[in-house]
């Protein structure tokens, strides 16, 4: 394989929006993280700063998934419905990895302020795959890298996020998709995400507000009760 490095610009991966507001924020997000090719990223992070509290926070992703819902259904049919939701305090560090889900489905995780730092990388498993002439579902069985056997072969393919301060509210959309690339039957391509925690402490918090959505036919009802996201 003679990979090429993959280098994001700073304005692709990392948005720092001027108003909080849901549609123009998923507009800029929706292209960026719901890819079929190897033209965008496949994730974003968005800086939401620090003027909104943990309530109004969870209610922003409630919106911004109800906008890319909307994008995503004009422009294939389907729809984004939630699969999981959940809160917690994390300060483990955790290996490049795929999320359980199905084919094609997506992480939105808001990440509040916290005095822990932490850095997170992401890495374009899927293309790493198809340059291999892989599928995503071969590559994660022969090269998973929990496991440490990716480390060099993904390498090319890993980016490092400049943009996630620990200590403003950020959230980070992920494509967790592991479908196969396909020319005649698009369908989403994902990435590998993890983080580091270099030195955790217990006296202080970093909360995730942690949330998968999946692609499914229009139509399709949450299997989590959204009006448990915003309490």
Not at 130 to 152: I, K, T
């Amino acid at each position: 394989m003679n990979a090429e490095t993959r280098n994001w610009s700073h304005e692709s991966i990392c948005l720092r929006p001027r108003e909080l507001d849901a549609e123009s924020i998923a507009a800029e997000v929706a292209p960026r993280t719901c890819r079929v090719d190897f033209d965008a990223p496949g994730f974003c992070v968005i800086n939401v700063g620090r003027d909104i509290n943990p309530v109004g926070f969870r209610q922003l992703m409630a919106d911004l998934k109800r906008e890319m819902a909307g994008i995503h259904e004009a422009a294939s049919g389907k729809t984004l419905a939630y699969l999981s939701a959940g809160r917690f305090d994390q300060q483990e560090t955790t290996r490049l990895h795929l999320d359980g889900g199905p084919d094609e489905c997506l992480l939105m995780l808001g990440y509040e302020p916290s005095r822990v730092d932490s850095e997170m990388a992401f890495a374009d498993y899927a293309k790493c795959a198809f340059d291999l002439g892989l599928s995503p579902e071969q590559f994660m069985s022969e090269y998973n890298p929990m496991f440490g056997h990716a480390d060099d072969v993904l390498r090319p393919y890993t980016t490092r996020v400049p943009c996630f301060s620990p200590r403003d509210y950020r959230i980070v959309c992920i494509n967790n998709s592991c479908a196969a690339y396909s020319d005649s039957r698009p369908a989403w391509q994902g990435v590998l995400h993890g983080a580091t925690v270099p030195a955790p402490d217990a006296s202080e918090s970093r909360v995730i507000n942690s949330t998968m959505l999946a692609s499914v036919p229009a139509g399709t009802p949450d299997t989590v009760d959204v009006s448990q996201l915003t309490d």
